[in-house]
């Protein structure tokens, strides 16, 4: 709702700024392809805001975190471990508990549980990041319509008139073509960017969970050789 309201005042801004001046505003200017592309940058900025906090809770010093687990672990108390895994956010504290509560059902099941944890957290990392990549492709395809039709608009003037349009028409018409590209490929040059980066972003973590993984398994691993 809140982002409705901002683009609906926008819109609205840009309409009376059109009317009352002796030229729309740059919104104003963006012609048919005004709701698309503000849609697709509210969208994108949306997800783009989402997906950085959300990386920024679960995303944690996994070396620290690890290292505390297995001290824990050693001086044999896995009732504190898992109560440090319970209030540590993200997917590898999550990993670590599900290795931890399976330790004793052997390698085989704490393997089994780590990769289990992880067809459940990969996806929630890489939710919503295919919107971004949506809009880096579409958005210049958008922007290039608006040209199109800022050129049409350009084209009827000129055959109503029998080439006589006044310039002021005429540059009305290149104006919305210039600006809806413009803003096409604005909005798919920072969607590109923010996917890239926060692609990055969940390849440090599934690395993190990887290195929980073998730590996990090296642990069920040495409880084996101790039991023996």
């Known amino acids: 709702?809140?982002?409705?309201?901002?683009?609906?005042?926008?819109?609205?801004?840009?309409?009376?700024?059109?009317?009352?001046?002796?030229?729309?505003?740059?919104?104003?200017?963006?012609?048919?392809?005004?709701?698309?592309?503000?849609?697709?940058?509210?969208?994108?900025?949306?997800?783009?805001?989402?997906?950085?906090?959300?990386?920024?809770?679960?995303?944690?010093?996994?070396?620290?975190?690890?290292?505390?687990?297995?001290?824990?672990?050693?001086?044999?108390?896995?009732?504190?471990?898992?109560?440090?895994?319970?209030?540590?956010?993200?997917?590898?504290?999550?990993?670590?508990?599900a290795a931890i509560l399976n330790r004793d059902a052997g390698r085989e099941r704490v393997q089994e549980a780590v990769e289990e944890v992880g067809l459940v957290e990969v996806p929630k990392l890489e939710a919503r990041l295919s919107v971004l990549a949506t809009l880096a492709q579409i958005a210049p395809l958008c922007g290039l319509l608006g040209t199109l039709l800022g050129l049409g608009s350009v084209y009827r003037s000129l055959q109503a008139t029998q080439g006589h349009s006044a310039p002021a028409d005429l540059f009305q018409g290149l104006g919305e073509s210039l600006h809806a590209a413009g803003t096409g490929m604005a909005i798919a040059i920072i969607s590109y960017a923010a996917y890239n980066y926060l692609v990055s972003r969940v390849n440090a973590i599934v690395l993190d969970m990887e290195r929980a993984s073998s730590e996990a398994l090296r642990m069920t691993s040495s409880d084996a050789v101790r039991r023996d």
């Open 1 to 97: 709702m809140f982002i409705g309201t901002i683009l609906a005042d926008v819109a609205t801004n840009a309409m009376v700024v059109g009317t009352h001046g002796s030229e729309p505003g740059f919104f104003g200017q963006l012609g048919p392809m005004l709701w698309p592309l503000l849609i697709m940058s509210a969208t994108g900025l949306t997800v783009i805001t989402e997906r950085l906090l959300f990386f920024h809770q679960v995303q944690i010093n996994s070396v620290e975190f690890l290292s505390g687990v297995r001290n824990v672990l050693k001086s044999g108390n896995p009732v504190e471990a898992i109560a440090i895994c319970d209030a540590t956010p993200g997917p590898v504290a999550r990993l670590m508990k």
